[in-house]
């Protein structure tokens, strides 16, 4: 992409409505534009990194077993009587009604709408387990919208729903779930801790919030320090394999680590004082079970092995998709801008051309372009007739992890220079070799 003729519309000055760090850098890099309180426009730059989210995930996902289908973001009252919760949800839900007078309302969540779904189509045992999964835009219709895409009104939410014929089984989609988040955070560079969690509205009392670290976040968190060794790294994992879950799980949920709603001080204290931590974390998913919370009231029964018909047991599993890009942000930025971890990253690498306009320097940029997108790495190429200081600047907040600078003086011995956002150390070589070092790290992402 050439940066003359993309849109990116960087703003010089500091919004003045923005209170925490990644809102600030997401409006200055041009990502988001606020429509009302609450609700974004996604402008291109932002909109690619929500995309490489939705992908991460939805691979993820389907690693698990878990299967993809779309559902509307418009749901008929009546689904929300049968469970009982039409009344019980408050003023967070946008209700609407149609010309015909029908009472209608944008989803919050879809417990509902998924059971109706699985309640008309399936009938036995043997159709189950059974996991589906949507990427959809939710809409709540919070007291206090803030922090930009951290709590908006309109927001996009990975929600996924277990059906299982009984309580082990259950508990095994529950594991499959936290293992497979924990790899999902993992490629997106963040360490998001699973920690028990009190259950709200959606009801249930089996249940893991996962929350990023950061000053701004808006729980209170208590956790053991061990935790925060545990990586999850590239191991392959079998899904259908229970022992192996629940190991993982294991891992994962012995060191102490609970939001402020479960904290329990005297377990706390039990854990060496050293280790004893305490801080602020976003919360970026929920993983719930909640049993046959929903398929009793709602009819979801199936026959099982002795013909016998009963209620499936149901949970719930839920990514905050675009709350995410602000959670990335805040864990990994500097003064001058976002550091976007690779898994992320709009763009893989940006190409700054020191001299727009001559001749060598133009020429290499372009070459340099070919070979990566030769390669399936699409760079940002900054061929605007801008000071160098103004290219490094832009190229600093929008945070691309990698950029190659070309200048005449450079090229003249046959070399352009890497450099590291995050670190900020420059490598000279030649172009050829900046090609194959950016195709390198990619190569595992
Ligand atoms: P919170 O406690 O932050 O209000 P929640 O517990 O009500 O969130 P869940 O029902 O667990 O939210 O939804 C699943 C995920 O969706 C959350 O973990 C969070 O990452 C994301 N999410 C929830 N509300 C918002 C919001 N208003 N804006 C952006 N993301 C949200
Ligand atoms: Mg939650």
């Not at 010309?99 to 109706?116: A, C, F, Q, S, V």
């Not at 360490?191 to 701004?216: K, W």
């Not at 320090?225 to 879950?245: H, M, P, Q, Y």
């Not at 909640?290 to 979801?300: D, H, I, L, N, V």
Request: glycine fraction near 8%; hydrophobic fraction near 35%; aromatic fraction near 10%.
């Amino acid at each position: 992409m050439r940066l003359s003729r993309y849109f990116l519309p960087v703003l010089k000055e500091n919004p003045a409505e923005a209170q925490i760090v990644s809102h600030r850098y997401m409006l200055r890099a041009g990502m988001i534009k606020q429509q009302q309180a609450g609700i974004y426009s996604w402008l291109p730059l932002g909109y690619r990194v929500l995309r490489r989210i939705e992908q991460i995930v939805h691979e993820e996902q389907q690693k698990a077993g878990h299967i993809p289908l779309l559902m509307p973001t418009l749901q008929p009252a009546e689904l929300w009587r049968e469970s009982g919760r039409y009344d019980d949800y408050g003023e967070e839900m946008l209700r609407i009604t149609d010309r015909h007078k029908r009472e209608m309302l944008y989803g919050p969540t879809n417990e509902e709408m998924i059971t109706d779904i699985f309640r008309a189509h399936v009938e036995s045992y043997k159709s189950l387990p059974l996991t589906l999964y949507h990427i959809q835009w939710k809409f709540r219709d919070e007291v206090r919208p803030r922090f930009g895409v951290m709590r908006g009104r309109e927001f996009l939410m990975k929600d996924g729903y277990n059906f299982d014929i009984d309580y082990d089984s259950a508990i095994h989609a529950y594991n499959r779930h936290m293992v497979s988040y924990l790899r999902t955070y993992e490629r997106m560079g963040l360490q998001a801790i699973p920690m028990r969690a009190a259950s709200g509205p959606i009801g249930g009392d089996n249940t893991h919030e996962f929350l990023v670290l950061a000053s701004t976040g808006e729980s209170e968190v208590f956790y053991d320090s061990a935790i925060t060794d545990l990586k999850f790294g590239d191991r392959v994992v079998n899904f259908d394999d229970w022992t192996e879950c629940a190991r993982i799980v294991e891992e994962w949920t012995t060191p102490y680590a609970r939001t402020d709603e479960t904290h329990d001080v005297s377990l706390f204290h039990k854990i060496p004082a050293e280790r004893q931590k305490t801080s602020r974390g976003i919360e970026v998913g929920q993983i719930f079970y909640f049993g046959t919370k929903y398929s009793e009231p709602m009819g979801a029964f199936v026959t099982n092995a002795d013909g016998e018909r009963v209620p499936v047991h149901m949970g719930s599993h839920g990514i905050g998709v675009s709350r995410l890009l602000g959670a990335i942000i805040e864990a990994s930025h500097d003064d001058k801008g976002i550091i976007w971890p690779e898994g992320v990253t709009p763009f893989p690498v940006g190409i700054v051309n020191l001299k727009q306009g001559d001749g060598a320097a133009d020429a290499a940029c372009e070459g340099l372009e070919k070979a990566l997108l030769a390669k399936g790495l699409e760079p940002l190429y900054d061929d605007r007739d801008e000071r160098a200081g103004a290219k490094f600047a832009t190229m600093d907040l929008i945070g691309l992890p990698w950029r190659i600078t070309v200048g005449p003086r450079g090229l003249a011995a046959g070399k352009v220079e890497l450099t590291s956002r995050r670190t900020g150390e420059s490598e000279e070589m030649s172009p050829e070799a900046a090609v194959a070092k950016v195709a390198e790290i990619y190569a595992g992402i």
